[in-house]
Nanobody, 119 residues
Framework: QVQLVESGGGLVQPGGSLRLSCTTSEISFTTYDMTWFRQAPGKERELVATIISTAGSTTYGNSVKGRFTISRDNANNTVYLQMSSLRPEDTGVYLC????????????WGQGTQVTVSS
């Protein structure tokens, strides 16, 4: 069974930084596009950032552009989300998603890691 394991969440003050990690060992990592989503209470799930499997190009949600950076380490089957200049509205559960770059129905989710931005 495929597992995605997120880590790195926590409580941080506004303006602070965190780095999230998501790792897996059961998929051919280089054939999957990797995406971070977030879910805040009472809000719809929001796409935060995506890094595709091949050229490694990235896209970001408008609310995080210029503050967050997604990257991947294919040798270690890990995707990262570096978050800076954090705001209270960044609070939520951050979920890692892996979607095959050709067979879109082949996708997996992690259980999420909580990020709380508060003073």
């Amino acid at each position: 069974q495929v597992q995605l394991v997120e880590s790195g969440g926590g409580l941080v003050q506004p303006g602070g930084s965190l780095r999230l990690s998501c790792t897996t060992s059961e998929i051919s990592f280089t054939t999957y596009d990797m995406t971070w989503f977030r879910q805040a209470p009472g809000k719809e799930r929001e796409l935060v950032a995506t890094i595709i499997s091949t050229a490694g190009s990235t896209t970001y949600g408008n609310s995080v552009k210029g503050r967050f950076t997604i990257s991947r380490d294919n040798a270690n089957n890990t995707v990262y989300l570096q978050m800076s200049s954090l705001r209270p509205e960044d609070t939520g559960v951050y979920l890692c998603n892996a979607r095959h770059n050709l067979v879109y129905s082949r996708q997996y989710w992690g259980q999420g890691t909580q990020v709380t931005v508060s003073s």
